[in-house]
């Protein structure tokens, strides 16, 4: 096998951001080249003291002696190792960035893929299985997880840990996972390349009909399912009817237990369902999927756009805690539930614990809510139907649905929580355009995230954005982002817009140091930072000022996606007017998270942000940004939000950093990774 290059690395030549995910054997980061121009990479560290102790040695170097193959060949749809370093406890591979994140959490939130996007990630998926056969590879372990997306949404095959280079062997032990495992493995213990093969038809039936074809309560039930072709498409009666005819025929012919009747991946690619597809156009097969069109609801619409742009810490959606569809078991309705105590149950609300209003208070007392008997309606924040960009409530119309609507008052109430503050503080801001010759918008880069120019408009700018005097940001319940200028407020952004880019420049609010950019539709930028030293300037008020602004732009997030689900959740379900008065009043989990307690008195803010150590008064609504009466106060259910946990990218970026930089003293890098893989080995054959 050839290796990958051996280059004189170490941990500290990268700026480790956030943890992408985790491996039985490996965590790995996305990382920033410092001396490559900000390049962005993958990286994949592995603890040398786990690999040897789990036994893990074998896998670690299959890995790395198939990716340096594959990446020789160079394919479109393969993870790239770029080289590999270690240093005294870590062993490191520099892999490409797939900022699309992994298919399956596409597919999950997605539900299903539309046909479109089913042939075109097939064929992509073909391609470059093809690819990988003709080095002699067979992956072994095919499926949705291991396959990444790039930016633009192009598949990239990944994790080949189980590959193995012996075609048509005995396989000594039980690869893959139990779903996509081939009849062949379980029954005589074989595979060779038809097994990735079977691999392909399952992928095929999930991505268009959201879940593998074989999946039974536990493991054995999947592989009696799986050598018994027990799946609904096999059965005659349960062959649905809104999906194509040529998708069926195709995947029942890759399902077949005997292998050598298996379609080989040539003759898949002459089935009729690929009959439009020119396979020799490798740029149009190669397009990522967000350049191509397909039908889509209005959900699914909102799901792409979120995959595609909300890049927060230039990172996929996966990694930020919106709109995470958790698999619902189906829940067993009683016919004594009434339907409110049923949908409380889907919505993991405790139905023996009667919900109340969350409480108001004014002047001190306790009241009941708004003045008025409470109902016991959920306390929603209903969203209009447009979506939370204008921040605006509308009321759904009456016919719409069977919904008992908020009454006036509640929906006053729901208007004037929208105005609350969720933070305040003292930032240096710069708006810029996205490009100085003005934004690029074609269909081409639409979708495309451009790491290095907003890189170079952070070098060019450093300096013009430190010498700018501090102003005073706002972050609004509704998601709005505004700042003072000139005396007026000015809006950036709603944080919930889809359309959203969020980067982190290694942004630290307690050091005072890095950048935090904004970015919409690739038209403009907004950088921002925390002054140098803490200002004592008069700006304004400063709030949750021990929330840093990232984990509290995830906070407004989270809110807004909490209540857009509720709301969905509020719209599908007729609610049972009686059961809802009938129910005592007490507030639940969801409800805190929320809708966090609030405090109608005119409170008295401390701003140690601002060097005060008094508390200061607030200011009145003629110099301060426009927020009404109420203000959040900090209990302790918002700490929730504060630091929802694939969100603490600062902390684990600098645990990282930090355990690095005390374990590399003795570093010894220049020895390459191969020796190191040696003596791995060595040792764990001890
Ligand atoms: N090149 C990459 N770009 C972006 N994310 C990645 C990349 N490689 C891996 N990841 C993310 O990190 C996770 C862990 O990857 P890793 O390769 O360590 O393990 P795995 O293949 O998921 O599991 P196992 O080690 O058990 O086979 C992946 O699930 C994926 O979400």
Redesign the pocket.
């Given at each position: 096998m050839c290796s990958v290059p051996t280059v004189k690395r170490s941990p500290q030549d990268f700026v480790f951001k956030q943890e992408?995910?985790?491996?039985?054997?490996?965590?790995?980061f996305?990382a920033i080249d410092r001396s490559d121009s900000g390049r962005v990479?993958?990286i994949?560290v592995c603890s040398k003291q786990h690999i040897i102790r789990e036994g893990k040695v074998k896998?670690v170097t299959i890995?790395k002696n198939t990716l340096s193959l594959l990446t020789r060949a160079r394919h479109p749809g393969i993870?790239k190792l770029h080289y590999t370093f270690h240093d005294e406890k870590n062993l490191y591979f520099v892999?490409?960035?797939?900022?699309g994140?992994?298919l399956l959490?596409l597919l999950h939130r997605m539900g299903t893929f539309s046909e479109i996007w089913s042939r075109h990630l097939t064929c992509q998926l073909i391609d470059a299985v093809e690819f990988i056969h003709s080095q002699g590879v067979i992956h072994r372990?095919l499926k949705p997880?291991?396959l990444?997306l790039s930016s633009d949404g192009r598949l990239?095959i990944?994790?080949f840990?189980?590959a193995t280079t012996s075609g048509g062997s005995q396989c000594s032990s039980f690869v893959g996972t139990a779903e996509y495992v081939c009849p062949e493995l379980l029954l005589h213990n074989q595979c060779d390349f038809s097994s990735d093969v079977w691999a392909v038809g399952c992928m095929i039936y999930q991505f268009v009909q959201g879940k593998p074809p074989f999946r039974g309560d536990n493991e054995l039930q999947t592989f009696e399912r799986t050598v018994a072709l027990d799946y609904p498409w096999n059965h005659p009666n349960t062959t649905p009817k809104n999906i194509n005819p040529l998708i069926i025929r195709l995947t029942r012919r890759i399902l077949v237990i005997d292998p050598t009747l298996r379609p080989t991946l040539s003759e898949i690619k002459l089935d009729k369902w690929f009959e439009t597809v020119d396979w020799y156009n490798k740029d149009l097969l190669w397009r990522g999927i967000w350049q191509i069109q397909q039908p889509v609801s209005r959900s699914n619409r909102q799901m792409m756009l979120c995959n595609r742009q909300l890049h927060v810490i230039d990172t996929?959606l996966?990694n930020i805690p919106i709109t995470k569809q958790k698999k619902k078991k189906p829940a067993k309705i009683s016919n004594t539930t009434s339907s409110i105590v049923e949908w409380r149950k889907r919505l993991g609300i405790s139905v023996s614990e009667p919900m109340v209003q969350p409480e108001i208070t004014s002047n001190g007392t306790s009241s009941p809510a708004f003045g008025k008997p409470t109902p016991s309606l959920p306390k929603l924040n209903i969203r209009n139907t447009n979506g939370i960009a204008n921040g605006k409530i509308s009321t759904p119309p009456s016919s719409a649905s069977p919904i008992d609507m908020p009454d006036n008052t509640i929906r006053n109430e729901i208007l004037a929580q929208d105005s609350l503050v969720l933070k305040q503080g003292c930032v240096n801001i710069f708006e810029i355009p996205y490009r100085l010759d003005g934004p690029d918008m074609s269909l081409e880069t639409y979708g495309k995230v451009d790491n290095e120019l907003i890189t170079q408009l952070v070098l060019r700018h450093e300096l013009e954005l430190k010498s700018r005097a501090p102003t005073l940001l706002t972050l609004f319940k509704d998601g709005t982002l505004s700042y003072r200028s000139d005396n007026s407020s000015k809006h950036i952004i709603n944080i919930g817009d889809h359309n959203l880019s969020m980067y982190d420049f290694d942004f630290n609010e307690r050091e005072r140091t890095g950048f935090l950019i904004l970015e919409k539709y690739k038209v403009k930028i907004w950088f921002i930072s925390i002054p140098d030293r803490p200002s004592s300037t008069t700006l304004g008020v400063s709030k949750n000022d021990d929330e840093e602004w990232v984990a509290c732009f995830f906070r407004a997030r989270q809110l807004m996606e909490d209540q857009e689900q509720l709301n969905d959740k509020f719209k599908e379900i007729s609610i049972d007017k009686k059961a809802v008065q009938t129910q005592p009043s007490r507030t639940t989990d969801l409800e805190k998270r929320v809708k966090p307690r609030i405090t109608h008195s005119p409170r008295v803010v401390s701003s140690p942000a601002f060097g005060s150590s008094a508390p200061t008064q607030r200011k009145t609504s003629a110099t301060r940004s426009p927020i009404t009466s109420p203000t959040i106060g900090h209990s302790p259910t918002m700490r929730k939000y504060a630091a929802p946990q694939n969100m603490v990218i600062s902390s684990s970026r600098y645990e990282v950093l930090n355990s690095l930089k005390a374990n590399t003293a003795n570093d010894d890098a220049s020895s390459g990774a191969s020796a190191a893989f040696k003596s791995l080995q060595k040792k764990s054959s001890k």
């Open positions: 992408l995910g985790r491996g039985s054997y490996s965590t790995v996305k990479y993958a994949k896998y890995e993870v892999l490409d960035y797939a900022a994140g992994e959490s372990d997880e291991n990444l990239m990944t994790d840990g189980t996929p996966r």
